[in-house]
């Protein structure tokens, strides 16, 4: 048991009782207890492997490679379309996690292996995200814009068209992109200081 997440559990107020279950669950499997992110997380050989969190309707154990587990239970879920590779199983009550106990350690047995194995997820590329009409615009317009993103990381280049797409509204996704232009010519990411 690690100090760290010990200190982390006693400054919950949402989700304690509800924590402190799954950890001890996590915790029965051969697993390294650290606390990444702010939130507890379990390694195995240094692999990210299962999260603990919290959220205000729910708190979740998310498995890292939830994608390559088999969901016989039909128990994990994708966050949002974009997540590519975690799943979660969401809890609602103490007696939600009681109940699953059994299934929760094999789940957690199964992605300790699908680590110890090296499995991967096979990610989206780049080329397969959806590129906003308004962004493709200016991308045609501009060269040097279309020049910086192509020379911005994989990563960075998703991170923007995620944000631009997300955009319901044309001129929301408008307003995104001129503001986001900068950073792009600067070679910047989304998120970079």
């Known amino acids: 048991?690690?100090?760290?997440?010990?200190?982390?559990?006693?400054?919950?107020?949402?989700?304690?009782?509800?924590?402190?279950?799954?950890?001890?669950?996590?915790?029965?499997c051969?697993?390294?207890?650290?606390?990444?992110w702010g939130v507890p997380c379990y390694t195995v050989d240094d692999k990210n492997v299962v999260l603990?969190?919290?959220?205000?309707?729910?708190?979740?154990?998310?498995?890292?490679?939830?994608?390559l587990l088999k969901d016989p239970k039909g128990i994990l879920i994708q966050q949002t379309e974009n997540v590519q590779s975690a799943r979660q199983v969401r809890f609602t009550s103490?007696?939600?996690?009681?109940?699953l106990q059994s299934v929760l350690k094999t789940y957690i047995r199964a992605a300790i292996e699908v680590e110890k194995a090296g499995l991967k997820?096979?990610?989206?590329?780049?080329?397969e995200f959806e590129v906003a009409e308004e962004f493709q615009t200016k991308l045609d317009k501009l060269p040097r814009l279309k020049t910086a993103f192509e020379a911005l990381t994989p990563g960075r280049q998703r991170a923007y068209l995620l944000h631009f797409s997300s955009a319901?509204?044309?001129k929301t996704r408008e307003s995104r992109i001129e503001k986001?232009?900068?950073?792009?010519?600067?070679?910047?990411g989304l998120n970079d200081e």
């Open 30 to 36: 051969p697993v390294t207890e650290e606390l990444k």
């Open 1 to 28: 048991m690690n100090p760290k997440v010990d200190a982390y559990i006693g400054k919950l107020k949402q989700w304690r009782e509800e924590t402190e279950k799954l950890r001890a669950i996590v915790l029965e």
């Open 94 to 99: 103490l007696q939600e996690i009681v109940k």
């Open 180 to 188: 986001c232009m900068p950073l792009i010519l600067e070679g910047k």
């Open 168 to 170: 319901k509204q044309s």
């Open 52 to 67: 603990i969190h919290g959220f205000k309707e729910y708190c979740a154990i998310l498995f890292v490679k939830g994608a």
């Open 121 to 127: 997820v096979a990610h989206k590329s780049t080329e």
